[in-house]
């Protein structure tokens, strides 16, 4: 793309110095007899001002734009422009046979030999026009290749933003996926406390139930179990709470009191005295 920047740059001043060669050659040529028409220099006519003066116009000013735009879309006009005065160089002075009654406008060449001649046509017509629109010519596509060339990079810039504009959605809905994430488990981390003293309470609440009740249980079983009664009145509470230590001798000896009539033991109560048998006249 430089190279295309320098080349029509190039094209362009070698149209500007081809269209101020062309505008004034007729005019400065008669001082060394190298001319078209007549051989007096600064001399003015109608054939000059349309065969020589306006494409020359047409192609300086081509030439300006063309090396002030360059490849750019500005310097199409340039290079339309330069286009237009290069082919009226070289096609003018046939054209004109039209309205000249079949003579070229363009005069008749001064030199004399046969070479001079031919150089005063290509130079001042047919070969400076060919030179002209042979680089306007080039520099057009650049133009053309220009605006193609932006195109494409306007189009490749365009994915390139679509692109980055989709992965900066889906990295915002990634992000905004990762902190809810985050909040959730924050607040399942917040909960988690509450639960487990929420739980605790439970566990202390039912202990202390659990806790009354053993309580109560064990004071129930911590009361002596009433004995039997003896006589109308209970018998003695420690008969029935056993000795500590007292093994088979306790034993034996409260078989031996037993058969004596004695209070039973094993019970653990005293058994009422018998009442003795007295003569005939003694109470039941």
Do not use: C
């Amino acid at each position: 793309m430089l190279f295309r920047h320098i080349t029509t740059r190039i094209a362009g001043l070698i149209i500007l110095i081809a269209g101020v060669w062309g505008g004034l050659i007729p005019f400065l040529g008669p001082a060394f007899h190298f001319t078209l028409g007549p051989d007096k220099t600064w001399t003015w006519t109608t054939g000059r001002l349309w065969l020589s003066v306006l494409p020359a116009i047409a192609a300086v000013l081509g030439g300006l734009i063309l090396m002030g735009g360059g490849p750019r879309i500005s310097g199409r006009i340039g290079a339309l422009l330069a286009l237009a005065g290069g082919a009226w160089f070289a096609i003018g002075p046939d054209v004109s046979m039209l309205w000249n009654h079949g003579v070229s406008q363009a005069g008749a060449p001064v030199g004399h030999h046969t070479v001079t001649k031919m150089l005063e046509f290509l130079t001042l017509h047919s070969g400076i026009g060919v030179l002209i629109t042979a680089l306007a010519a080039y520099s057009l596509p650049g133009l053309l290749m220009y605006r193609a060339s932006r195109g494409v990079v306007g189009t490749t810039a365009a994915v390139g933003a679509a692109a980055v504009a989709g992965r900066r959605g889906r990295d915002r809905d990634r992000d905004r996926d990762r902190d809810r994430d985050d909040d959730g488990e924050e607040t399942g981390r917040e909960r988690e406390p509450a639960a487990a003293d929420a739980a605790a309470a439970g566990a202390g609440a039912g202990a202390a139930r659990g806790g009354g009740a053993g309580a109560g249980a064990a004071g129930g079983a911590g009361e002596p179990a009433a004995g039997p009664m003896v006589g109308g009145h209970p018998a003695d509470p420690t008969a029935s709470r056993p000795v500590p230590g007292a093994g088979a001798g306790a034993g034996e000896a409260a078989a031996a009191d037993t058969a004596a009539g004695g209070p039973a033991a094993a019970g653990g109560t005293e058994t009422a005295p018998r009442r003795r048998r007295g003569g005939l006249f003694s109470r039941r």
